[in-house]
Every structure is written in structure tokens, then in C-alpha cells.
Nanobody, 118 residues
Framework: QVQLVESGGGLVQAGGSLTLSCTAS????????MGWFRKAPGREREFVAT????????YYGDSVKGRFTIFRDNAKNTVYLQMRSLEPEDTAVYYC???????????WGQGTQVTVSL
């Protein structure tokens, strides 16, 4: 059974930083592209970042470029999202997801809440 478990969310003041973690089990982690998405109330789910299987390539949504960094540790089956210069607009539930090759993301975590206050 595949499980993705996010952690590291919480309440932070604007301008602060947080690092989210997502640990996977039940899948060949290094064979999967990993992504982070977020969902804020009243808004559609938004792509945040993705990283290829061995970490060689990363891609970011426009709203987080230059502030967020995705990286992974395949030995720990974990992908991270380092978030800096947080803004209230970053408030959302953050989800990690996994996909294999060109398939859709078919594994999702339960999400972790990030709240950025003024």
C-alpha cells in the first residue's frame, strides 16, 4: 500500500520560513517524479513544484519561483519543500504527490496546513 505522509506545516509570520517533508512508503521512490501542490479555500488546486526522479531537474509555479526550493533524499524516501519569504497568500493545505514517467500524479498525501499571518 502506497503512503505519502506530509509533515512540517504550521503557523508562521509573513516573511518567515518553513520546510515541509513528505515521506513515501510502498513504492519505488527513486522511480517517481515528486510534486508539491497546494489548495487554499475558494481557490483551485495549484501546482507548486516538482522534481525529477534523481533530483536533476526542478520546476516551480510562477507564484513561488525564487522563494521555494524542492529537493529530495532518495535514501530516505523523502521529498522536501523549503519555503522562504512566506506571504499570507501562501496559506493553504500543501500536498505531495508522486507519478511515474508521463503518467498523471496517482499517489497523494493527506496534506499539511500552512498558515501565514501578517
Amino acid at each position: 500500500q502506497v503512503q505519502l505522509v506530509e509533515s512540517g506545516g504550521g503557523l508562521v509570520q509573513a516573511g518567515g520560513s518553513l520546510t515541509l517533508s513528505c515521506t513515501a512508503s510502498g513504492l519505488a521512490f527513486s522511480n517517481h517524479i515528486m510534486g508539491w501542490f497546494r489548495k487554499a479555500p475558494g481557490r483551485e488546486r495549484e501546482f507548486v513544484a516538482t522534481i525529477t526522479e534523481l533530483g536533476g531537474n526542478t520546476y516551480y509555479g510562477d507564484s513561488v519561483k525564487g522563494r521555494f526550493t524542492i529537493f529530495r533524499d532518495n535514501a530516505k524516501n523523502t521529498v522536501y519543500l523549503q519555503m522562504r519569504s512566506l506571504e499570507p497568500e501562501d496559506t493553504a493545505v500543501y500536498y505531495c504527490a508522486a507519478r511515474e514517467g508521463y503518467n498523471d500524479y496517482n499517489y497523494w498525501g493527506q496534506g499539511t496546513q500552512v498558515t501565514v499571518s501578517l
